[in-house]
Structure formats: C-alpha cells, structure tokens
DNA sequence: CAGTGGTCTAGACCACTCG
DNA sequence: GAGTGGTCTAGACCACTGT
C-alpha cells in the first residue's frame, strides 16, 4: 500500500463514499448517487462504479432497494440475553442501565412453526449424548417482531425425554418448557451457551430475510441437569444487524486467585468430539 | 422463487459449487476450478462465472489466493471464554469435554502494542461514566496464535483511577490487571459482556488480515467494583472464522421461578445511552 | 514465461417501481 | 414511460507466482 502503487479505481469511490457514510455526511437511509451518477462523476463506466458499491454492499453498509436507488444501511439492534430464562430481571444495577428505555417495543409472541421427530444433526447428537440412531424431539420457531424475522430457534430433546409430554406438540407451552423438564424429573440447572460467528447459508438468507452484507451469530445452547445430563440443545441464529448478546458475570466466591488481563484468556484449539470442524 | 423464472446463471453456478462444497466433494482446501474452465463448462464469459465464485467468497466459503487460484476455506476455530479470567478452569465437568482436546497448542503470549492516554471513544465513556472532557488510559494489543494475528484488545482504563500504576506502561503486568485494580482499592467483582456481529471495517481487515467473507464478533466487557463503579472496558475484536465463544451458567438459587422456553426471553430494543446507534 | 486472478471498458437487454 | 439496478457479453491489459 502506498508504495507508489495507486488502489484500483473501484476501491477509491468505495473509499469516498464509506468516508460519507462513517462521518454521517450521508446519514442512515439516505440514498446514495445512481451508478450512473458515479460513473459519470469518476470517468468511469458503470460497472466500476458498480463494483464500488458493491464492495459497501458487502460490509454491510448499504442496501439495494431495486429500482428505487442504493441506501445507507440502518441498524437497530435488540437485546439478547440468554441469561434471562433463568434470571427474568438483571441482578445488578448496571445491567438496568443497558435495559431502561423501550423495553416493550413491538413485542409479539414467538410463533411455533412445528415440532418434529428426527434423527438429530452431528452438531445436536454429540452435545445431547445421543447415538446416531437415537431420535430427537426438535421444537422449531421464528421470531417475528414488527411483523419481521427475528430470529430462529429450534430446540432438541432427546426423545426418550420428553415422549408424551406437552413438548411433543406444536402449541405454545405455557409453563415453559423448563417447567416441563422439571416436572419429568429432568430439571436443567446448568448451561454451555456456545456463540459462532459466520456468513448465512442461503437457506438462512431466506427464512430471515437478511440481505448481503449481514453476518449471523449462531448461539448453541446445551442444558444440563443437576447430574450433569444433557437434556437440551437450542440453536439459535440471530442476524447480526438485529442483535445485541449480552451477559452479566459476578466474581465467583475467593477460593485462590488467579488473574488475567485478558477475557479470553489462552485460546483453546477446538478440535475435541464436541466441535464442528471443515468448512464453515 | 421456481414461478417459471430460472435463476440468474451466475446463481446457478454458485449453488452448484456450494452444494459440492457443503458435501464435502471439495474438501477444505481444496482448489476450485479457474474462472476459464467454469465459464467454458456452463458457457458463460469469464466475467459470469466470475461473479459466481464472488458469491462464494463473500459467504466465506471460498478464498482466493492469487494468482494460484480459488479454494475452498479451511476454519479452524479456538475456544474464546470471557469468563476464564475469573474461572481458569471449567466449573463444570461438561465444559471439559469442550476442551478436551489440544489445549495448548501453539499458544504465544499476547503483545502488548502500546499504551495511550485518549479520550475515549463515546462507546467506551458512556460506559466507564466518564465525561467527554476526562481522559482514559488505554492498552492496546495483539494477541498472535503462530505468528498469525488472531484478534485485537484494547482496555480502557480511567485515567484518575491507573495513575501511576503498571498499567499505565506498556510492559506485560506479570501480575494481571485485575490484581493492580485489587491493589488500587478498585477489585472488579462484576462484568458485563456486551458481544456484536458484523462485518469488519478496512481498518479491521489490515490490522487481523481478514480476507473477505469473515464477520467480526465484537466482545465489550465493563468491569463494575463491589459498589457498581466501572473501572474497565475492554473491547476485543475477534475473527469468526477463528474463534467460538464459550459461556457456562448456573441456575441461580431459587426464589421465585419464572421460565421461558425462549433463551433471550422478550427483546430489547436498544435506544438506551450505552447503546451504539445508526450506522453499524 | 505460462497461467492464474484482478481490474476495467463499452456496450446490451431486462424487470421493476414510481409518477 | 423514465429511471433505477440486475444480469450478461466480448473483449483488453495488468500483476503476481510458480516452474
């Protein structure tokens, strides 16, 4: 870089116009000029001036809305708190404060799409103990806010579970499907929240509606009783422009410290029977 | 979708190589055919089966490495635990099986890049309560996993608080930041973390060498003392094709139980003063 | 130096929406 | 019907890497 050596033409008018966009001299819903328009302000042909917007496009910083023109992206993200199944209010102060306006906007209720008897992905099977022969019970919803896609959710148990409970049909729980698990002896009291991070698969572009440019945060949620068996496992995806996570996190009781600068501590390679590996 | 109209070519030609991808057909790593021979095959300009591969590449399932060709990408996450600053090891025998395997390979000590006196960005003063005009001290780092940038650290602390303190040089603190907050009357017993999914600025892209099609998850952690005052905010930037985040909970002591089946309960949505608003 | 991908041009036609 | 973006062609030249 700078070496002398100009960027290509395309990088350049990416360049000009993710600068408007980050100084807000072009704010969030405004459109942007035609390709036309900025080809003809660069000498360049359109499909250069193309190519430029879609380099915006794919960095999620703007949005086609065809024919009308290309538009600053808008963002308006919600909280997600995996936390709150077992902890309905925040137990500290601070966490009040990244709650306490509009709380209940738009809120509708979750729409159960369907429950079905399956032989549980990889993914589910190694996280629930289940041999590749084993069925699972799968609970599988959208999300819906403001008439949208939120997000989508679909919850495994293993079958042997939860055969002949309220969990095996497709109406809403009203209880809760903990209450459930509880009532059949198989009360959750721990939890692994796993959280990935990746482009959509195609399949996911379409049941969420999410357009070019917007990653998806794939939450794993395993459940545990108090003997340590898995009784759960919901995989969420959640659009990236959608969602914010968040978790509160006290000290635990002082037993011997051991401290470290940085959350993350040492990575750990993932390659045990648990993770998924290969291409995305 | 399938109402008579035929998909254009170019999406024909990813979906084929997708599904060959997805099965595994091409492995990771694998190359894919030139732009000549795909073109040649289906008929089309070079520029068409172009534009295929360039879908491909921005879902992140492809690279480019140029000029030898395009291959199909090879991920290979680490385990990320925010919580492994307070719990070095796993509470639970279930996190073990997570990290069962290959715990240690190839770690190298974080780098510390610098350390500055700022004021900080709005993101990070909302959250340390700190007015426009007061200055924090921030440490900015590196960390590399085999000579490879693996994600980015920047720790704010306020400036009255760390005066004079290690944490202040841009030197490793054999001891942790958190032990020189202990000692500076300002323990830090409580956290939130704040995780964001997007896609990665250009800076971002320099500083990690992201290639196209990898999202970032942005982690903020706050760090509150026994009676709720912030004293650190931390925000890591982590690649998601090389990182999975790993949380562990336990159900809290009862009181009073309320379930959901819906981890994340209810929404919120984000308008409050720590929120990031409009364009990403 | 052969072969790859990266950039760019100069056209063309289409589908859709809005006035 | 005008104007937008979406798709596609048929070329061209360049930069870099491996042999």
New binding site residues.
């Given amino acids: 870089m700078a070496r002398g050596a100009t960027a290509?033409?395309?990088?350049q008018i990416a360049d000009e116009l993710r600068t408007q966009i980050t100084s807000r001299a072009l704010r969030a819903g405004a459109q942007?000029p035609?390709?036309?328009?900025l080809a003809d302000k660069h000498?360049?042909?359109?499909?250069?001036a193309?190519?430029a917007i879609g380099v915006l496009i794919n960095e999620g910083l703007v949005v086609?809305s065809?024919?009308?023109?290309?538009f600053v992206r808008q963002v308006d993200r919600m909280i997600y708190r995996p936390q709150s199944e077992w902890r309905p209010q925040p137990a500290s102060p601070e966490m009040d404060r990244f709650m306490e306006e509009q709380t209940s906007l738009g809120r509708e209720p979750s729409q159960v799409i369907g429950v079905e008897l399956v032989t549980p992905p990889d993914e589910v099977a190694r996280r629930l103990d289940l041999d590749s022969d084993q069925t699972a019970v799968v609970r599988r919803r959208v999300r819906f806010i403001d008439g949208m896609p939120f997000n989508t959710n679909d919850s495994y148990y293993p079958m042997t579970l939860v055969e002949g409970s309220p969990i095996m049909y497709p109406a809403d729980i009203p209880q809760g499907a903990n209450q459930v698990l509880t009532e059949l002896g198989a009360e959750q009291v721990r939890a692994i929240d796993e959280i990935e991070v990746r482009m959509p698969t195609p399949d996911e572009v379409h049941r969420l509606d999410l357009s070019a440019g917007v990653p998806v945060a794939v939450h794993r949620l395993t459940g545990y009783t108090h003997d340590g068996r898995p009784v759960r496992c919901t995989i969420n995806v959640l659009p990236g422009d959608r969602h914010v996570i968040l978790f509160e996190r006290a000290k635990p009781a002082p037993e011997h410290e051991t401290d470290s600068t940085t959350p993350g501590g040492e990575p750990h390679r993932v390659d045990g029977s648990l993770a998924d590996r290969g291409t995305q």
Same sequence: chains 1, 2.
């Fill in positions: 290509p033409l395309y990088q942007l035609t390709e036309l328009a000498g360049v042909t359109r499909a250069t193309r190519q086609s065809r024919p009308r023109g290309h």
